[in-house]
């Protein structure tokens, strides 16, 4: 099973330049979900979606946009990229953060995001 | 306001000895409690969880304690061993996305 996949793996990009993180999951989950770690911060949510067609502000989500178009995929999009913007980036899945109590989350491997 | 609290940034343990990582949360609501692990360069992975009407969840060498009325939660691992030098974050859940703490970097010395 390939489970949650993130690409790229590295990207190095320029003040203003625009680029999609892809990520793709094979588990049918129905929650999706982008955080930021940095440095000292943790985990941070960016934006989440519940379900195909469906998505939500997380704590951070300035910059990004989001959209699900499929089961599978959830990419994000960063308009105009900003050395603030320079982080981990992590998607997870999970079969329903509805089901209730239990329900965890599955991580890929990471996006490392460098902006000059 | 940060709800999940890990005020430890980084622990040092001897190898054989007793990891305690502890964790506050201020939101009483919280119901489900997780712990995950990560390795550098690799996404965090699931470790254990305790759900609010239990106080001890065992699996293995890792045991989850749940404190209530203290709004508390620590992740003891007896006995540590080199490959558990990680990352350990804790999370809180309730119908909304997880909350998670900042993270506390355990070095077990061999």
């Known amino acids: 099973n390939a489970g949650v996949t993130q690409t790229p793996k590295f990207q190095v990009l320029k003040t203003g330049q625009s680029m999609t993180l892809q990520c793709a999951q094979d588990?049918?989950?129905?929650?999706m979900s982008w955080y930021r770690q940095d440095p000292g911060m943790g985990l941070r949510l960016i934006h989440y979606?519940?379900?195909?067609?469906?998505?939500d502000q997380g704590e951070v989500p300035n910059g990004y946009n989001v959209s699900r178009s499929t089961t599978e995929d959830f990419p994000l999009r960063l308009l105009s990229a900003a050395p603030s913007q320079t982080s981990v980036y992590f998607c997870?899945?999970?079969?329903?953060?509805?089901?209730?109590?239990?329900?965890?989350?599955?991580f890929g491997s990471g996006t490392q995001l460098s902006v000059l | 306001d940060q709800q999940v609290k890990q005020n430890s940034p980084s622990l040092s343990v001897q190898e054989g000895r007793i990891s305690i990582l502890n964790c506050d949360y201020t939101?009483?609501?919280?119901?489900?409690f997780l712990w995950y692990k990560k390795y550098p360069a690799e996404g965090p992975t699931f470790l254990i969880s305790?759900?609010?009407?239990?106080d001890k969840n065992e699996d293995g060498r890792f045991t989850v304690f749940l404190n209530k009325s203290a709004k508390h939660l620590s992740l003891h691992i007896v006995p540590s061993q080199p490959g558990d030098s990680a990352v350990y974050f804790c999370?809180?859940?309730?119908?909304?996305?997880?909350?998670f703490g900042k993270g506390t970097r355990l070095s077990v010395i061999a």
């Open positions: 997870a899945s999970s079969y329903s953060y509805r089901k209730g109590p239990g329900e965890k989350l599955f």
């Open positions: 588990m049918n989950h129905e929650y």
């Open positions: 979606s519940v379900g195909a067609g469906i998505t």
């Open positions: 939101n009483s609501m919280f119901d489900y």
């Open positions: 305790i759900s609010s009407i239990k």
């Open positions: 999370a809180a859940w309730y119908n909304t996305p997880l909350v």
